[in-house]
């Protein structure tokens, strides 16, 4: 499919899912996400100064700023994704928390240069249409010195473990986490993985886009990878 295509197709997928993604998300990863989220979490609550912005790009359902608004008070925190459905579901979980839920376009964010403290994208950047423009985007808005960082999906690189992952994120984990009704939406998150760069390509685009202090963190054989980087 083409990228307007994709865009659309993506869309409809997370407006399908919204009221189950969380639930679903926890049993296909068998609670690890929940893991993974909040070790990114605790790299963004050590590296942010005091009393700045955050902004967490493609928040979906919420997490990331929810967990990260109850550990730092003192932080404006700004949660952006261009599906409603979902952010209503962050809206619900979230009461009492200083935080602003905006729908908008991780291709085109719509903040000023150099308005962000860091800025962070989890789960979400292997669904965009193009993830170089998404990255650049995320530059654009933080302050110099500021972090950019990702978590997300990759197939691994142990290739004694692919056919195992395979045989679990593209034949068992769509009936897991969709059943019968939403099939077809979780063998999209199983699909668009392996149309994802690599590990290693996406460390290379961190380099070419400038940025530096470069770090990785693989989870579970590189099925899950945190990777970093200052402006």
Not at 213 to 225: D, P, R, T, Y
């Amino acid at each position: 499919m083409n990228k307007e295509q994709k865009s659309k197709f993506v869309h409809e997928v997370f407006e399908n899912i919204h009221t189950q993604y969380d639930r679903a998300n926890n049993k296909i990863s068998f609670g690890l996400q929940k893991n993974w989220k909040q070790e990114l979490v605790d790299k963004i609550v050590e590296e942010t100064p005091k009393n700045s912005d955050f902004l967490d790009v493609c928040c979906g359902t919420g997490d990331i700023s929810i967990w990260l608004a109850k550990k730092r008070e003192d932080l404006n925190i700004i949660g952006v994704d261009f599906s409603s459905a979902m952010l209503n579901e962050a809206v619900k979980k979230s009461k009492n928390l200083n935080i602003v839920w905006k729908e908008a376009d991780a291709l085109c964010l719509p903040f000023k240069d150099s308005s962000f403290s860091a800025v962070a994208i989890s789960f979400g950047l292997r669904n965009t249409v193009d993830y170089e423009k998404v990255l650049k985007e995320m530059i654009r808005v933080v302050k110099k010195d500021g972090f950019i960082y990702c978590l997300d999906s990759f197939v691994p690189d142990c290739l004694w473990i692919q056919p195992f992952y395979k045989m679990y994120f593209k034949y068992i984990m769509p009936l897991f986490g969709g059943g019968k009704k939403y099939y077809k939406e979780y063998v999209w998150l199983y699909e668009s993985t392996q149309q994802f760069l690599k590990k290693k390509e996406l460390i290379l685009l961190y380099e070419k886009l400038g940025l530096k202090e470069i770090k990785h963190c693989s989870k579970m054989f590189g099925v899950c990878v945190m990777i970093q980087g200052k402006k």
